[in-house]
């Protein structure tokens, strides 16, 4: 697995690194040679936040995670991207290595019903182009948490969100 560390507002430290590394062994035999993982580290006041995202065969896992120590946010973060993979083992399955999960020692814990996914609800929405700002507009008018729209420049469907701090996001799609 290739990691990249990144620090925002901060300079993680070789000890920091060094426990990333050992900490990440611990999922890497659920991947490939060929998995990337980036690690983006900030300080917020007295916070900091460990970011890991995992990209595998077109598989992307995150978690994220904040404590008052990076190294108890880093460990929060891994124990998050376990759970994630255990949740749904035999679905992520078929994406990791073959055969990954199969003597992997889950613990205890009890792991939800591994059924299919079921579609409760069908929208269709009306797309009509709009900016950016627009559609942030649009979406705190509805109180909701995202909304997608076609972006007046690109002409490209994408889609606006609330971030966990506050922020915005936005979804633009990679075509290939």
Known sequence: MNITIIGRKCNPRDSFRDRAEKKLA????FFDDEAN???TVSIEKTMAAVEITVNSNGLIVRAQERSVDMNDALD???DSLIRKIRKNKTKVEKKLRRGALENFNFGDDVVEDESDYEVVRTKD????PQSVDEAILQMNMLGHQFYMFLDDHTDRVCVVYVRSDGGYGLLVPDIE
Request: hydrophobic share 55%; charged share 35%.
């Open 26 to 29: 611990k999922i890497d035999r």
């Open 76 to 78: 929060a973060c891994v």
């Open 125 to 128: 929405i009306a797309l009509k």
């Open 37 to 39: 993982a980036k690690i």
